[in-house]
């Protein structure tokens, strides 16, 4: 069975400060990575995806992805982190098997 | 851009008591999923539709909890009786293809009490 780590719960950051956040999966076949943002009172979206190729995704909002296939990694990025960052990071993976999420790493950045 | 709707956004209801959700995805898109998320958690699937059928509800709690799709669109999830561990978010997604981008909607916040 597909299992999707994050090892940070939360993370507190200044603006202006680089981030990254740790997700790790279990699965041995192929597979499609994302990230979801969800903002305070907002509904999950979606900030990248893989599914081939490049193995560097950029998403949405300067946020970027790296999948280390090696090292079971799909770890998330952003240089310069802004107050409007503050929310909730979810980790998910498929394979043949619908979304599995990660517990999620909650980012509160502070002036 | 298209949404998926979810309806109630809240939901507060006496433990034994019976309660429903409904979700309309977006047009044409043949996969809809319902996801749980206990407050501090990442979802949890529930169960995935592929147009009217059910493709997997293993983690679906079946004596309490039951899911339609009629006619391969809105669906409904019910809980009877409900129980205080209920207390979530039940998020509805769908997607074109199974296991492609998934578009959630706001979700349901169920507070049983």
């Known amino acids: 069975a597909q299992s999707v780590s994050q090892h940070n719960h939360h993370v507190i950051l200044s603006e202006a400060a680089s981030l990254e956040l740790g997700c790790n999966y279990s699965?041995?076949?192929?597979?499609?990575l994302f990230w979801y943002v969800q903002y305070p009172g907002q509904h999950l979206q979606l900030l990248l995806k893989y599914f081939s190729g490049d193995p560097l995704v950029k998403g949405i909002k300067g946020f970027e992805a790296e999948f280390i296939k090696s090292k079971f990694s799909f770890n998330l990025r952003k240089p310069s982190v802004q107050w409007s960052d503050t929310a909730e990071y979810f980790c998910?993976?498929?394979?043949?098997?619908?979304?599995?999420f990660g517990k999620g790493t909650r980012l509160s950045v502070i002036a | 851009e298209a949404e998926v709707a979810q309806s109630p956004r809240y939901k507060i209801t006496e433990k034994s008591q019976a309660v429903a959700f409904w979700c309309d995805p977006i047009?044409?898109?043949?996969?809809l999923y319902w996801y749980r998320q206990i407050l501090g958690q990442g979802p949890e699937l529930l169960v995935q539709?592929?147009?009217?059928?059910?493709?997997?509800d293993s983690q679906l709690p079946k004596d309490r909890f039951s899911a339609e799709r009629l006619k391969g669109v809105d669906s409904t999830l019910k809980i009877q009786p409900a129980e205080l561990g209920d207390s979530a978010m039940y998020l509805c997604a769908s997607s074109l293809t199974a296991n492609y981008g998934y578009t959630f909607g706001s979700g349901t916040r169920l507070t049983v009490v």
């Open positions: 047009s044409g898109h043949a996969t």
């Open positions: 699965y041995g076949g192929t597979v499609n």
């Open positions: 998910a993976v498929s394979g043949n098997t619908p979304l599995v």
């Open positions: 539709f592929q147009d009217e059928s059910v493709v997997d």
